[in-house]
């Protein structure tokens, strides 16, 4: 393939970036390609600056260093063209409550330009597709926290958005809402746009993502397919943690599918080292793909 032709086939590019807030260093030199039609997961622990990653790349945070473009054209240059091709779901909402989940469709197609037999079309078509029908003339605030992320993604997707960027979509949601939610993403992947996810959850990004980079502390600590990935971690295979209070193991297999079995430690072995200064146990979690 000649190198234009390869230019062509990245969605997002990244080189270099750096922001910092005063003496923190949010991002310290991040550099990845994210190609044109995959799910690209970002992947890192909260405060890693996955966030702030989104926020200069939708133009809504200034960089201070590095390339940063989207479909080929510099992200501070040409912040119009930018926009209007990329559709932003954020941890919070941006629809109204107090609108019927079909005005807030049109409300967002109106913003974008579209005529008004548009957005009525484009509209329907998305509550359809989403799974939404019983619920489009309701107003959003009344919906369970799932149908306001399923709707709140439709939203972003109004104008038929070429990237898109999802901000830990599944967070807060329970186990069947967060599963349906990843059937929607594949399915908007599969339509031809390029999803740009962070998540702090890997069982996530495995599920999902045809690439992924683990951001540590402002840096990229590992890159790669989720198998390449997935071998340089291997050997964290199960971790101990300490809870405030009781916890059941099946909950917590509950809470995540990635865990296989979870149980409370006290032994003799394990008393220097797995109980704290309260004398609270810490519980031992081995993931689904341990050994």
Known sequence: MRQDEQEAQIAVRVGGLRKNYGALVALDGVSFDVQRGSVFAYLGPNGAGKTTT??????????????????????????????????????????????RCRRNLEYVGELYGLSGAERRSRAAELIEQFGLAEKADQPFG?????????????????????????????????????KSLRG??????????????????????????????????GRIVARGSVAEVKRRVGGARSICVRFSGPVDGDALKYACPAIRSARPTCTKRLASSSRSADGKDF???RSARGS
Do not use: Q
């Open 54 to 99: 989104i926020n200069i790349l939708c133009g809504l945070l200034a960089r201070d260093g590095g390339e940063v473009s989207i479909l080929g054209r510099d992200v501070s240059d040409d912040p119009v063209f930018v926009k209007r091709r990329i559709g932003v779901v954020t941890e919070n909402s941006n629809l109204y409550p107090e609108l």
């Open 142 to 178: 009344s919906l369970s926290r799932g149908m306001k992320r399923r709707l709140t993604v439709a939203g972003a997707l109004v104008h038929r958005p070429e990237v898109l960027f999802l901000d830990e979509p599944t967070t807060g949601l329970d186990v069947p809402s967060a």
């Open 184 to 217: 929607l993403i594949r399915r908007i992947v599969g339509d031809g746009t390029t999803v740009f996810l962070t998540t702090h959850n890997l069982f996530e990004a495995e599920e999902l993502a045809d690439d992924v980079a683990v951001l540590v502390g």
């Open 283 to 285: 519980a031992s979690m």
